[in-house]
């Protein structure tokens, strides 16, 4: 899809006062309006749909979308975009604090200038702002602020090398905050890495498999793990509960894979500490299987502190890679062989491979994943 097509599709939205859920389908990583361009091209199209929620309204559907941007956006556009997004919701839900806060703190030295005057931006207009301008305009907005996340904010402020101008912004989301910071307990908002309103995605009693895709089979996907062996998936996943996650090597967003797999191995020694790491196994998937040889894979994760066991390992997808996203409704987009979007999500499989519990497009925290694993009703 060129420019002009996509700026049509938006604009059927903005210009033509159509429902903003119009927009949202728009978002998935595997859209018709990403597919074949870079990553670069897609942060710049992903961007100019989230900016356009502060105009049309922020539909329900897209808060993951803006929550998720907010949480792991690694570039200053896309940050400003979705920090732009929040002001489009009906209610200023106190919750979107948190999330600002961690994209403030992601962004505060990669703090940029960026335009949103045109999809191809006219800089000579001189109506630039920057990250920090427009996540510092969401949080005032939202008029009433936790005492939790004001050291946050101030710890930003007082980021050597920060401009006067955004350091200026961030004084006065301070000064106003201080008002609410002994509030009446009407606040009650959760930090971010305690995951969504509930921690993840149950299966129903009784259901079919939690992801939404139609293909269900996994008896064709053939994995390599970090040491070379080559197995079925499916068997691997038969016998014991356990927890999935993606990544690829060569993922340039910090706050994704490579934290991914850093929780992982925290994971793993937090099970390891109560005497259960062969009782629940861990599973990391490649998104970039022809790239992430096993010699790849093992360094990656020996960098961050995850050991290959037996029921802990990182995998390419050798055979059958089609079958598993589709099973498991992967958040993940190409331009030919190459990632140019992927969510964060993760999964935990009881002992027959069925999908449990997903968490989607937020940052898991460890804590939220061992209370599922280790509760009495877990798989």
């Not at 894979?257 to 490649?286: E, Y």
Request: glycine share 8%; aromatic share 6%; net charge negative.
């Amino acid at each position: 899809m060129d420019d002009a097509e996509f700026l049509e599709r938006v604009s059927a939205v903005t210009e033509r006062h159509a429902p903003p859920d119009g927009l949202v389908d728009l978002l998935a990583e595997d859209s018709g309006v990403f597919a074949g361009h870079g990553a670069r091209e897609v942060a710049r199209r992903r961007g100019w749909i989230l900016a356009a929620f502060e105009q049309t309204g922020l539909p329900e559907g897209a808060v993951p979308y803006v929550r998720e941007e907010l949480e792991t956006a690694h570039d200053p556009y896309v940050a400003a975009a979705a920090a732009k997004a929040v002001r489009g919701s009906a209610a200023r839900d106190g919750e979107f604090a948190y999330h600002l806060t961690a994209a403030l703190t992601n962004m505060v030295q990669r703090d940029d200038a960026v335009c949103f005057d045109g999809f191809v931006p006219n800089w000579s207009v001189g109506s630039t702002t920057t990250v920090v301008a427009e996540i510092a305009a969401s949080l005032r907005w939202l008029g009433r602020l936790p005492a939790a996340v004001v050291p946050t904010i101030e710890a930003a402020a007082a980021t050597v090398g920060l401009g006067a101008a955004a350091r200026q912004r961030l004084t006065e989301v301070i000064t106003e905050a201080e008002s609410v910071a002994e509030d009446d307990g009407r606040v009650e908002l959760r930090h971010l890495d305690t995951g969504e309103r509930s921690c993840c995605r149950p299966a129903s009693p009784g259901a079919d498999p939690l992801p939404t895709g139609t293909g269900r089979d996994l008896a064709r996907v053939r994995v390599e793990d970090q040491a070379g062996a080559s197995l079925s998936l499916a068997a691997f996943l038969t016998g014991r509960p356990t927890v999935i996650a993606f990544f690829y090597t060569r993922c340039e967003n910090p706050y994704k894979c490579s934290l991914t797999v850093t929780k992982m191995a925290d994971l793993q020694a937090r099970l390891a500490q109560i005497g259960r790491g062969d009782d629940v196994q861990l599973a990391i998937v490649s998104y970039d299987s022809a790239h992430d040889t096993a010699a790849r894979l093992a360094r990656y994760g020996q960098a961050r502190g995850f050991v290959g066991t037996d029921h802990h390992r990182l995998f390419r997808v050798v055979d059958g890679e089609e079958d598993l996203h589709t099973y498991l409704a992967i958040n993940v987009g190409y331009a030919g062989s190459l990632v140019n979007r992927h969510a964060v999500e993760l999964f935990l499989t009881n002992d027959a491979g069925v999908v449990v519990r997903r968490w989607e497009r937020t940052l898991w925290s460890v804590d939220d994943v061992l209370e599922q694993v280790l509760s009495p009703s877990a798989p």
